[in-house]
């Protein structure tokens, strides 16, 4: 028997008490189907970091943050989207894998979408879209002896406030950069004008108990319990980061150092579907007292052989980001800085240590973003170096080693420059980019499949300031902050390893004098 109900409304502090209350009823045997509408709120998935999902100075006091079960993305929420709560007995689902469970899961929930008259599709690995527009996204957690699958389908959307809440790499709060961002979601009543939550709630209801093959009936709705779970945002900041970006979302490894830098504590974060609810904290709790250096094989030895139950997150990308976040603190360890958390490696086949590809260098890539905004190069390649800021010093450094430096200029040109290093049979280059253009963009570097070593840069960028449309196009207009100084103590790592000399006189010490020393 598959038992549904319909709540509602209910109050986001009441979730989590009543997404337990489903899944306990699971556990003694129960198929249980409910649906509620939440008023406004920031619902984030069970391992997201608040701090990285969400634009926490908007979201503020406004509404609460809270937490479900299952894995996935961070949504923001108000009473226009139906949430769909169904907890099963696993039973023969017990060891599905996470991908086969989640598509036959989704496919009732599809069903009733298409039964509505909009052609629809699953796109893995978890959304319902038509022509390629979202209409619905699944999440999925199996823990004590259930499934519990979860679906938001909003039949209105606040795009707006939808991108003030997500800390995503999205467009800019626009009109433009709004109806762009309007284009990737189709809310149902976009095609059906008067559709009513509980109408849909029923018809996902009657294809839910069909796809299991259980009759349904439904009950009342049970009292709301007034439980009070809302997630605090704030956390420290670690003393050492790594991300890696997965076909399953981006996951995130800090970590926090004793003296010693022998690990404190760590925290596995991501947007991601994990479907063993306690993975990411035994591999957490693996990684303490291990010296950071060490991260890499303590997370193969606690991973072990055994598939981790996720979804388009493989063993050994858990384990490559260990090796990052390691590669990390012993860049900055090398150059004489604390961790390095500007400086990430960017390896196409993983195979390449920070030093092969360091040795490799023989280019490097400059952001128009990073000249100031009264300059005539600024958004032309080349620069006469005339002294006035922190690319022409870039210029200087990479001209004085017979490297090539191009400043790019928008995204095509990007493109371009990546194959021409491609085909001119450049090893590696030095790129200098923000952490955000490289998540959002990886795939062009991918494609180009060039080893890179990458700088973040600072200050204003084009995502801070919500521009990136504009940053693509090459029309960004604020200054963000490169650090020449950083740049340099990089390339002088670079000739140490092409010259040999495995010294690193310069690493505590002052620079070569062209720019300041670094403090
Ligand atoms: S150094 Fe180059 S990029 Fe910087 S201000 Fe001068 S000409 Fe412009
Ligand atoms: S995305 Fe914007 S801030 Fe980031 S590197 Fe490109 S132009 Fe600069």
């Known amino acids: 028997m598959l038992v549904w109900h319909d709540v509602e409304r209910l109050e986001p502090a009441q979730f989590a008490a009543y997404e337990e209350g489903v899944l306990r009823r699971a556990m003694a045997g129960e198929t249980v189907l409910g649906f509620v509408r939440l008023a406004r709120c920031a619902l984030i998935g069970a391992f997201e970091d608040p701090g990285r999902a969400l634009r926490l100075s908007y979201v503020g006091d406004r509404f609460p943050i809270v937490r479900r079960q299952t894995g996935g993305g961070s949504l923001s929420l108000d009473p226009d989207t139906l949430i769909a709560v169904l907890a099963l007995p696993a039973g023969r689902h017990a060891s599905a894998e996470p991908a086969t469970l989640m598509s036959a899961l989704c496919a009732p929930l599809l069903a009733a979408v298409r039964g509505l008259g909009v052609d629809a599709v699953f796109m893995a690995p978890n959304d319902i879209v038509t022509a390629g527009r979202k209409v619905a996204s699944a999440f999925l957690t199996r823990s004590r002896g259930v499934i519990l699958f979860e679906a938001a389908v909003p039949l209105a959307l606040d795009v707006e406030e939808l991108l003030k809440t997500l800390r995503l790499p ?66 420290s900041s670690p003393d050492i980061a790594a991300f890696l970006k997965t076909p399953g ?80 603190f012993l860049v900055g360890r090398e150059l004489g800085l604390g961790p390095a958390t500007q400086i990430s490696t960017f390896s196409p086949d993983r195979n390449e240590s920070m030093d092969a590809i360091l040795a490799s260098i023989d280019a490097v890539l400059l952001p128009y973003c990073a000249k100031p905004t009264w300059c005539k190069w600024r958004h032309r ?123 690193a006189p310069e690493a505590s010490g002052p620079s070569s004098g062209l720019l300041p020393s670094a403090s």
């Open 170 to 235: 999205l467009e800019k709060l626009s009109e433009k950069g709004i109806l762009a961002a309007r284009q990737r979601f189709a809310p149902l009543r976009t095609f059906v004008p008067h559709l009513a939550a509980a109408a849909l709630g029923a018809r996902i209801a009657v294809a839910m108990a069909e796809a299991l093959a259980l009759p349904a009936r439904q009950e009342s709705p049970p009292a709301p319990d007034p439980g009070k779970t809302v997630v605090d945002g704030r956390k």
């Open 381 to 503: 390649d080349g620069c006469p170096e005339c002294g006035r800021c922190a690319v022409g010093d870039a210029y200087t450094l990479a001209r004085g080693r017979q490297l090539a430096v191009t400043t790019i200029t928008n995204f095509e040109h990007l493109r371009a420059v990546l194959a021409d290093l491609g085909k001119s049979g450049k090893r590696a280059f030095l790129g200098v980019c923000c952490t955000d253009f490289f998540l959002k963009r990886d795939y062009a570097f991918v494609e180009a499949g060039i080893p890179a070593v990458f700088l973040d840069i600072a200050g204003d960028t084009c995502y801070t300031l919500r521009q990136e449309e504009e940053a693509y196009a090459g029309r960004f207009e604020a200054q963000a902050y490169m650090d020449a100084r950083l740049l340099e103590r990089v390339l002088d790592w670079r000739d140490r390893l092409t010259t040999g000399q495995s010294a």
């Open 249 to 328: 979302g981006v996951l995130y490894l800090d970590a926090w150092l004793d003296a010693k830098s022998v690990v404190r504590e760590a925290r596995l974060t991501g947007a991601v579907a994990c479907l063993d609810p306690a993975l990411f904290s035994r591999l957490e709790a693996s990684l303490v007292s291990r010296h950071v250096t060490q991260l890499e094989p303590a997370l193969a030895e606690a991973l072990g052989d055994a598939r981790p139950d996720t979804i388009g997150v493989e063993t050994a990308d858990i384990v490559y980001l260990g090796h990052l976040c390691a590669a990390r």
